[in-house]
């Protein structure tokens, strides 16, 4: 990215918008600051320490350094010429090529005028920010032409042809329903590739559609010839648009329609339009100092200045969140610095790359629910002379003492956990006499993360992530208790993260990068009701999600539908799309290269009877037939016998295969219906003749060369041989192998659909063939000490990526599907969308947001309308913010009361590991109900049905005996509690009643 900014202001903002530009790749920033460091930045400035309050140097030239090290290969530097903030000091700057100047602290309106204009008058985009305690806001001019090449930040729409057909003058194009909508508005703009009896259109023409359903559109002036077997895929071509700015002296004095936040908060942009001029205009008049923390008089002031600007009254309402915002405007917060540093972060980008559409005039966040509804006494919110000033201006000493002591749990230390353990050592989490933060993440750190994860450097690469991020914002705040772990956290970790680790936390955050550990993670937190900040990101778009315990509902409890899957036959022998060949070379891998492997260690570590005691029926044949081939016909001895498999592999795959597949299914085969056989997502597939020089031309890969070499090294891995790359080898032990001929035969059956193919796979092959393999297998004893070694399929392994990509393009060129480079084939192989420091700083800053109304609002009791989740995406520009949804209810009678649980609500019961007997007789006289069935997992404790004497047994035994007289395990030390499941009636009317859990507390 080419491009200068100039950023003015190095308080908590400032940093936050260099520390994205930075990591994001910006050619170049300026810095300019000359303001000393006070107690206040520290709220919101991870660079500055309390050293650097009262020292000579400046923000800028105090932060710069730091800044520096985060990208090698981006200019940071501090202008030290400027001394002070005037028009005669700042406006010579423009003049020195910059592409975008950003302001992040206030400035006089006329100044912020003047620098407007010279932005104007040299072709820089203006972006002007500040954040006065839980308020923030951002103003852009880029303008009067400013041309935006990708507005949305999509990736094109693609879709494949099922028919093209004249209608009139027009082209009418129909996209095969199977694939999706086609996804384009009237007036885009395609291309077409791999057409196929489409005569009359071309490869290599832009063509601008008209839309008239979900799966057409069409060509306008344009002719085709009808064709019965048509086949093509469409791809849109993004196209530039010119967006048009107004000055920040004209939006001043009408704003426009304003980009909204809150839904909920239809009158606040206005409102706070008016509440940020008066603002300035009370901080210019006050020499240059915002109004005092708790000052009534001072807050009233700019509440009288904001009434005059406002167009209409004020309600009571309106006017406290002016008095709030008065009152805490000297606070430079973490979280709200985080927010709009990842907002004006990415307006930034957007300046200097011309991507994305930008942010067109004022934008207003806050997150006033947060404050209490009077102010507070002076006395609260006074400053400390301590780093956490910031916060005690907004919300008082007594929350300070409580975040103080949190003791939180985060899981992950990727990029969302990098940024939320900076705005936690900002904000003082765990960092008073009784706090504590504990981090846990088994990931090692790549190269790749330092363009994300901002607490890492090249010096931490191969270490592991949660020991450094801990390490590093210890450096932030050393009074952070932080305790770094390398365990997942999952069922087989309970005996680490148990009940006696749970009953001391505060609350769980969620940095985690798949579903299946979010949930495990959220039913934790339901059993020990636990407050739960979740989060994601997905390239420009984030979400946040915050579980409060009985308000809202729990993370797992609404979830999107699962993902469509490959239909087998597709991945099989009918693929059109690259992500069917690259999940079939991806299956391809797997099986040849680690589920092979297993299966031979599998068979050569146990006694022989028992191996084959475990193998499945309908299997069993197709195991021995892997293990014998592995073993014994295609065992290597050298390299070159790796290198002679992977040639003789190659045939089997892309030629072989592909010739006894159109035996079966000729290219003119037509189905009952009389339509053919090979049309509409069915590709017409073509054999491969090998040719070690070839090179395709869509990725440009030579991915004839690439699979032998990759295939021959995995292969060679997988047996413990030493393996080689060089060309020249490859290309002279290629000479000497013979290629078997290969006849198509007419007894091989090839399904034609899923429904076909699981017939197949359900047939019983009998058992003579598997008889014959098992007594020809070498025996364990032979083979005694041999062992292979699996191979598990890493993305991130270059060697593998090499292999899978040059597999899938291979039958890509088989069904003349566009080919992918290893870059592009890993993004999809992984389902990767990179993480980017803007919207994972974004999110991180609304989820700190929330944590301060889960530690509590002074004196103010919240209901869940003041709790928010988030939406956001940066590319459009859009955010929306709503309350959660609350807990499902089950209604149930108990003691003639009727009650509402939710799957927040058990049963509780702390009386110690008494008795059975016990046990149920304390249920009985508690909730007034007869237990007919007790059950502790699949295991039942006790039924009415059940054997007397047995019954009589066991109600004199202790509920932990009982149960692990059933399930034969001993309870592991660190568990405090037992989950029963419990069917009961009401004593009096002998109905059934509805019950949550019992959490039995026996230690």
């Not at 406290?320 to 915002?325: G, I, N, P, S, Y």
Request: aromatic share 8%; glycine share 6%.
């Amino acid at each position: 990215m080419a491009s200068k900014a100039l950023l003015i202001g190095c308080s908590g903002l400032g940093v936050e918008v260099a520390k994205n530009c930075i990591l994001a790749g910006l050619h170049s920033l300026v810095l300019v600051d000359p303001l000393p460091a006070n107690t206040y930045d520290l709220g919101g400035n991870f660079y500055l320490t309390e050293a650097d309050v009262g020292s000579k140097k400046s923000r800028g030239e105090l932060c710069c350094p730091k800044l520096t090290e985060l990208n090698p290969y981006v200019s940071v530097s501090v202008d030290t010429s400027v001394s002070a903030l005037t028009a005669d000091q700042l406006l010579p700057l423009l003049d020195t090529g910059i592409s975008c100047l950003v302001i992040t602290i206030p400035l006089e309106k006329e100044l912020l005028i003047q620098l407007n204009n010279k932005c104007r008058e040299v072709g820089a985009c203006f972006i002007y920010s500040t954040t006065p305690g839980v308020f923030g806001q951002v103003f852009c001019d880029f303008g009067s032409a400013f041309v935006c090449a990708d507005k949305d930040g999509n990736p094109p729409a693609t879709s494949q042809i099922e028919s093209v057909f004249q209608e009139g003058d027009n082209v009418t194009v129909k996209v095969l329903e199977d694939q999706g909508r086609h996804g384009l508005e009237t007036g885009d703009v395609i291309t077409f590739a791999r057409l196929k009896g489409c005569k009359g259109l071309s490869i290599d023409t832009n063509y601008k559609v008209h839309v008239t359903g979900p799966f057409t559109f069409e060509l306008q002036g344009e002719k085709v010839e009808d064709s019965p077997n048509q086949q093509g895929y469409i791809t849109q071509v993004k196209q530039p648009v010119t967006m048009s700015f107004e000055t920040y002296e004209k939006r001043l004095q009408d704003p426009g329609e304003m980009m909204m936040s809150d839904f909920a908060k239809f009158d606040r942009p206005a409102l706070l339009h008016s509440a940020f001029q008066a603002l300035e205009e009370f901080r210019v008049a006050n020499g240059g100092v915002y109004p005092t923390p708790g000052d009534a008089a001072q807050a009233n002031k700019v509440l009288e200045l904001t009434k005059a600007k406002s167009s209409e009254e004020l309600s009571k309402a309106q006017e406290r969140v002016v008095l709030q915002m008065a009152s805490g405007s000297k606070a430079v917060l973490s979280p709200m610095c985080a927010a709009l540093g990842g907002i004006v972060g990415q307006e930034v980008l957007k300046a200097c790359s011309g991507k994305f559409a930008p942010i067109n005039g004022f934008f207003f966040l806050d997150a006033d629910e947060a404050l209490p509804d009077e102010l507070l006494p002076p006395d609260e919110v006074a400053p400390q002379n301590s780093r956490y000033d910031s916060q005690i201006a907004c919300f008082g000493k007594e929350l300070q003492t409580k975040i103080l002591d949190l003791n939180y749990f985060i899981i992950g230390a990727g990029a969302i956990g990098c940024e939320m353990l900076k705005n936690w050592a900002l904000m003082g989490v765990g960092c008073g006499p009784m706090g504590q933060v504990h981090v846990t993440d088994m990931d090692r750190i790549e190269k790749s993360n330092l363009s994300r994860q901002f607490l890492f450097r090249n010096k931490d690469i191969d270490e592991f992530k949660s020991t450094t991020a801990a390490k590093a914002v210890q450096a932030m705040n050393p009074d952070m208790k932080i305790t770094p772990y390398q365990e997942k956290v999952a069922q087989d970790t309970e005996h680490l993260f148990g009940d006696d680790f749970y009953d001391k936390l505060s609350g769980v955050c969620t940095a985690l990068d798949n579903v299946e550990a979010r949930l495990y993670v959220d039913q934790r937190c339901v059993f020990y009701r636990l407050p739960m900040l979740e989060s994601g990101t997905l390239g420009t778009k984030g979400n946040t999600q915050v579980v409060v315990p009985h308000l809202t509902e729990n993370y797992g409890a609404t979830r999107d539908p699962p993902e469509k899957s490959i239909p087998v036959c597709t991945l099989k022998n009918f693929p059109n799309q690259i992500q069917h060949t690259l999940q079939w070379a991806r299956d391809w891998f797997e099986g040849e290269f680690k589920q092979s492997a297993e299966e031979v260690n599998s068979y050569l570590g146990q006694p022989a009877e028992q191996y084959l005691a475990s193998l499945q029926p309908n299997t069993k044949t197709e195991t021995l037939r892997t293990i014998r081939k592995t073993l014994v016909d295609e065992r290597p001895v050298t390299f070159e016998d790796c290198v002679v498999w992977a040639r003789l592999t190659f045939e089997t795959l892309f030629n072989n295969q592909i010739r006894q597949l159109l035996h079966n299914f000729p290219p003119d085969q037509v189905t009952s219906s009389g339509t053919k056989f090979w049309s509409g997502s069915k590709r017409c597939p073509k054999p491969l003749t090998f040719d070690i020089n070839n090179k395709c031309e869509d990725a440009e890969m030579f991915n004839h060369l690439d699979f032998l070499v990759a295939a021959a090294n995995l292969r060679a891995t997988m047996y413990g041989i030493k393996g080689r790359t060089d060309k020249e080898y490859f290309v002279e032990t290629l000479k000497d192998v013979i290629v078997p001929d290969f006849t198509p035969s007419d007894g091989v059956k090839i399904a034609a659909n899923d429904e076909e193919e699981k017939a197949n796979n359900d047939m019983d092959t009998g058992d003579v063939e598997a008889d014959n393999l098992w007594n020809s297998l070498p025996t364990q004893s032979d083979l005694a000490g041999f062992k292979l070694n699996p191979i598990e399929f890493d993305k991130d392994i270059d060697d593998h990526m090499l292999f899978v990509t040059a597999c899938s393009n291979l039958r890509a060129s088989n069904y003349q599907i566009p080919t992918e480079d290893t870059h592009r084939s890993r993004a999809i192989a992984g389902r990767i969308i990179p993480a980017i420091a803007t919207t994972t700083a974004l999110v991180t800053g609304l989820v700190c947001f929330e944590l301060y109304k889960i530690v509590g609002t002074p004196r103010k009791e919240l209901t869940i309308e003041a709790y928010k989740n988030a939406f956001c995406n940066l590319a459009i520009p859009f955010m929306t913010l709503s309350e959660p949804t609350p807990p499902a209810k089950t209604k149930a009678m108990l003691k003639g009361k009727e009650w509402n649980w939710t799957a927040w609500d058990s049963l509780d019961m702390n009386i110690g590991d008494v008795t059975l007997g016990k046990f149920m007789e304390y249920f009985e006289s508690e909730y007034n109900l007869e237990i007919s069935m007790l059950s502790h997992g699949v295991s039942i404790l006790y039924s009415y049905f059940a054997n007397k004497q047995k019954v009589a047994e066991r109600k004199a035994m202790k509920m932990t005996e009982v149960i692990t007289s059933i399930t034969k395990k001993e309870f592991p030390p660190n568990q405090l509690f037992i989950i029963l499941e419990v069917i009961a009636n009401d004593k009096d009317t002998d109905e059934e009643v509805e019950l949550p859990y019992v959490k039995f507390r026996f230690r």
